[in-house]
């Protein structure tokens, strides 16, 4: 019917493409022909299926048109991975890059990055070195272990490991520890892909040594422990622990190793959070192997470390995987730093970003907060109703997965407007702030809200509510 010409009437009013790149193109020269034809060829095209697929659709004119393409070539020409604040108290944020780096490894990236290093040049003989060199000793010192190995992430770890020492072989791994972390890293899988062969023992909430024991035969390479990262089984539970399944393991030739996960060199239950046993202690307890994260309560940059005997530590280097996961020199770089700190447990608590976030005391987020509190009042925002609100923290990054951080956040009201539209304007800003809301209030947590982001939330936040 009439409809169908109608359409077609429409479709053919929408401006021509050469037409509006040229426009475009003459309005701001210098840009890439490639790319604004593609964002022009992109909106139109975008328009074009509107038109089709709604009920009596209203035209955009040119001019709308243009400013769409425009926004899409601005969208191109700004960087896609940007800062952001975070709002949500999640300390080691896994969708907004876990830690953030200490100052002193920032420093050394920047020293390294634009130079020639002596990455795998050993300047005493003149002769090739090992990448490695520049961490490994800090780590024995700082640990106990006799020998270590960084890669790429905890998981390529724990993959190197099995695949190096118990491809083709049984691992034995309590039911209670066949961990899944965010979806693609779960136990079986990557055990399946090591070539190893996962031996489940016990049950989901009890696992004694008698198990494991039982399970032990000419197969076996491994004892294995891993860490609860995200979860807790809590009630009627047993497991074994580090030091028991260690004995054990030597106790027939075997070797026994824990990946931890989130891997912490201090004890964090002095300021409040779940005691969790340090790197050290679990290399103490006999551990041959163990494994965990740079980037989570460690607090440097993405890593994978692998400590423990020498003689396997070797054969993990070793492996041709090795070079398919190794780290890069910034990382390198960051992490040496980082570790550094670690020689002053005081030190490391102060400069280490993600363990001052976490020690950091309700008192202390309070007093930032009404500070952030003054700011925001200042910029006269007479569209939302601010307050300030008791919360709790989290760790995050699928580390002590119980821990409530007492904790203190800016609660913002908007007085007609949607909290989900302040929300999502919040997060759509050129430097974005990521909060949460809970009962129809917005809620920035202190906590991870840096003293430099303060005028940046209260521009953000006058902004928002501008667009929102
Ligand atoms: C986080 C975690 C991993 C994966 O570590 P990535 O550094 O993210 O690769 C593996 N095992 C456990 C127990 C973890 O908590």
Redesign the pocket.
Known sequence: MEDKASRQALLRAIPQTGEMIETIKSRLPGLPHQMVADCVRQVLEAERRRLLKEDSPHPLGREALLEKALAEIQRRLSPSLRPVVNATGVVVH?NLG?SCLPKEAIEEILSVADRYSNLEFNLETGKRGSRYSHVEALLCELTGAEAALVV???????LITLETLARGKEVIVSRGEL?E??GS?R?PD?MARSGAILREVGTTNRTHLRDYQAAIGPETALLMK?????FQVVGFTKEVSSQELAQLAHEHGLAAVE????GCFVDLSPYGLPGEPTVQEVLRAGVDIV??????LMGGP???LILGRAELVERIKKNPINRAVRIDKLTLAALEATLRLYRDQQRALEAIPTLRLLTMTEEEVARRARRLLRHLRRQKLPQVELGLTKVFSQVG???LPLANLPSVAISVRPRRKSVVALEEALRRLDYPIVARIEEETLLLDVRTIKDEEFSLVSKGLREALETA
């Open positions: 896994t876990r790429n992430n905890n998981a390529a770890a724990v961990v972390i965010g890293f136990i990557v891993v860490h609860r990262s995200n990946d931890l996960g989130s494994t965990f994260s740079g980037d989570k993405q890593a994978g990054g699928g580390a």
